[in-house]
């Protein structure tokens, strides 16, 4: 077993694709196949699960993973220290419902630790995808929400993946609207004075259960409904439709403007906001500091 071939191992992991890996490491994509075939042979498990539609990590290759990202981890800090060597890209990945702190975070990141060279990826995406990303390795945190609906199905998905959720803050429900919608002088606002605006939610793509929903109430029924997929067309839609969408009240005037504004709901619920990764696994050094930016950007 080689140094090179656990870094083989991480990024066809990280590109989900032996063809874009090679690529991406400048070798053949023959010989990057039978390197990671012959590590399979001498370490006497399978890696990599392989079908028509491509690779997935197999079960002993998400535990085999977990190894190999510490030891080349390490193995880059060792030769950066010691042996002058250049330093080596960093690489992180996170993946999220979409909430702005998350990006205030990241932004942070970057600007702390992304000095010399670096590949980072940030995913807003579907909660579904989000447990997977992190369950592969694809991502090495995630952040979502869980309340009182979701909470045992949510649950039972992190522990049959061996993801654990961290607690980073408990909201109250908020809705999200245009600073100029007669309802934004409000102090607080029920369900009933939303009927007449128009419902904006994350669509959730095939897994596209209540429990899945990035909102709460996800039960409710609207008379005005609009699905997107990305935050920016969600905005512009808040403020063009005189639109709302339900929230946790936390928003970046910095990254976000003024022109959206949070208003309480009239709810009982609680939103229970975390990051989840792999249990019993060391974050790294960027995994970390990430979950740091995480505090300072929610004020804690």
Same mark, same amino acid.
């Given at each position: 077993?080689?140094?090179?071939?656990?870094?083989?191992?991480?990024?066809?992991?990280? =590109?989900?694709?032996?063809?874009?890996?090679?690529?991406?490491?400048?070798?053949?994509?023959?010989?990057?196949?039978?390197?990671?075939?012959?590590?399979?042979?001498?370490?006497?498990?399978?890696?990599?699960?392989?079908?028509?539609?491509?690779?997935?990590?197999?079960?002993?290759?998400?535990?085999?993973?977990?190894?190999?990202?510490?030891?080349?981890? =390490?193995?880059?800090?060792?030769?950066?220290?010691?042996?002058?060597?250049?330093?080596?890209?960093?690489?992180?990945?996170?993946?999220?419902?979409?909430?702005?702190?998350?990006?205030?975070?990241?932004?942070?990141?970057?600007?702390?630790?992304?000095?010399?060279?670096?590949?980072?990826?940030?995913?807003?995406?579907?909660?579904?995808?989000?447990?997977?990303?992190?369950?592969?390795?694809?991502?090495?945190?995630?952040?979502?929400?869980?309340?009182?609906?979701?909470?045992?199905?949510?649950?039972?998905?992190?522990?049959?993946?061996?993801?654990?959720?961290?607690?980073?803050?408990?909201?109250?429900?908020?809705?999200?609207?245009?600073?100029?919608?007669?309802?934004?002088?409000?102090?607080?606002?029920?369900?009933?004075?939303?009927?007449?605006?128009?419902?904006?939610?994350?669509?959730?793509?095939?897994?596209?259960?209540?429990?899945?929903?990035?909102?709460?109430?996800?039960?409710?029924?609207?008379?005005?409904?609009?699905?997107?997929?990305?935050?920016?067309?969600?905005?512009?839609?808040?403020?063009?439709?005189?639109?709302?969408?339900?929230?946790?009240?936390?928003?970046?005037?910095?990254?976000?403007?003024?022109?959206?504004?949070?208003?309480?709901?009239?709810?009982?619920?609680?939103?229970?906001?975390?990051?989840?990764?792999?249990?019993?696994?060391?974050?790294?050094?960027?995994?970390?500091?990430?979950?740091?930016?995480?505090?300072?950007?929610?004020?804690?």
């Amino acid at each position: 077993m080689t140094l090179q071939q656990l870094k083989y191992v991480i990024e066809v992991v990280k =590109q989900g694709s032996i063809n874009e890996a090679a690529r991406r490491l400048f070798i053949s994509q023959p010989s990057l196949s039978n390197a990671v075939r012959d590590l399979e042979a001498e370490i006497g498990i399978v890696i990599f699960d392989r079908s028509n539609k491509g690779i997935s990590l197999s079960k002993d290759g998400i535990e085999f993973l977990r190894y190999a990202s510490q030891v080349v981890e =390490q193995a880059e800090l060792l030769e950066s220290r010691y042996m002058n060597a250049k330093p080596s890209y960093q690489h992180f990945s996170v993946s999220t419902q979409h909430y702005a702190f998350a990006v205030n975070a990241f932004v942070s990141l970057v600007q702390e630790f992304g000095h010399d060279a670096y590949e980072l990826t940030l995913r807003e995406t579907k909660t579904y995808e989000i447990i997977e990303d992190v369950r592969s390795f694809r991502s090495e945190i995630g952040i979502l929400y869980l309340n009182e609906f979701n909470e045992k199905v949510m649950n039972k998905m992190l522990k049959d993946a061996n993801l654990q959720f961290q607690s980073l803050f408990i909201a109250k429900p908020h809705i999200f609207i245009s600073s100029r919608n007669p309802l934004a002088k409000q102090s607080i606002v029920t369900i009933e004075q939303l009927q007449q605006y128009p419902y904006l939610s994350f669509e959730q793509g095939e897994y596209n259960s209540f429990h899945f929903s990035e909102e709460i109430l996800s039960t409710l029924t609207h008379k005005k409904s609009i699905r997107v997929s990305d935050r920016a067309t969600l905005f512009n839609l808040l403020i063009g439709l005189n639109g709302y969408t339900i929230s946790t009240g936390v928003l970046s005037a910095d990254l976000n403007g003024n022109e959206i504004i949070p208003v309480p709901l009239d709810c009982q619920e609680d939103i229970h906001v975390g990051w989840i990764a792999h249990r019993n696994v060391s974050l790294s050094v960027l995994g970390a500091a990430y979950v740091e930016s995480l505090k300072r950007a929610i004020g804690h």
